[in-house]
């Protein structure tokens, strides 16, 4: 018994006090540092050489959009969903709606759908109909479903 009671102390004697004290911790993390001195410039290098491995410099890795759509001799499904004016249509009904949603909260008084105003109706029906169309069309663009 006295033999493990001396090497308790010896123990703690070595860390400073008991286990899992500061003393300890910091010769631990003194190893720890000592193994991970590296440069700043040896990451960034071996970094740019890991990201820019492809042929003329490309990224390996980088997201291209055009992998995902079909061409656009393929499907005009494709043509449609990268064109600038279906994307600015789309982020225009996109507030439009935000702000028919306020407008809406606040002047439709109807506990049902089709007891609403005609032109709540209509404004419903044409904002489903668009982003379903709006689905479809990114759907069918895809490559690979």
């Known amino acids: 018994m006295e033999r493990k009671n001396s090497k ?3 123990d703690k004697k070595k860390t400073g006090g008991h286990r899992g004290s500061a003393g300890a911790d910091h010769s631990v993390f003194a190893e720890i540092q000592k193994l991970r001195k590296v440069s700043i410039e040896e990451e960034l290098a071996k970094n740019k050489n890991i ?3 492809g042929p003329e410099g490309e990224e390996y890795g ?3 959009p055009d992998d995902y759509w ?11 969903a990268r064109n600038q004016t279906f994307e600015i249509i789309t982020l225009a009904i996109i507030s439009f709606n935000a702000m028919w949603m306020g407008f809406d909260a606040d002047t439709n008084d109807a506990e ?15 904002l489903c109909t668009f982003y379903t169309f709006e689905l ?6 895809f490559r690979y479903k």
């Not at 079909?70 to 449609?80: F, I, Q, T």
């Not at 049902?112 to 005609?118: G, L, N, T, V």
């Not at 479809?136 to 663009?141: E, G, N, S, T």
């Open 112 to 126: 049902a759908f089709h007891e609403a105003d005609i032109h709540f109706i209509i404004v419903e029906n044409f």
């Open 8 to 10: 308790e102390m010896d």
């Open 70 to 80: 079909k061409s656009d001799d393929e499907s005009r499904c494709a043509w449609l």
């Open 136 to 141: 479809i069309i990114r759907f069918v663009a």
């Open 51 to 53: 990201n820019t491995g």
């Open 62 to 64: 980088a997201d291209n």
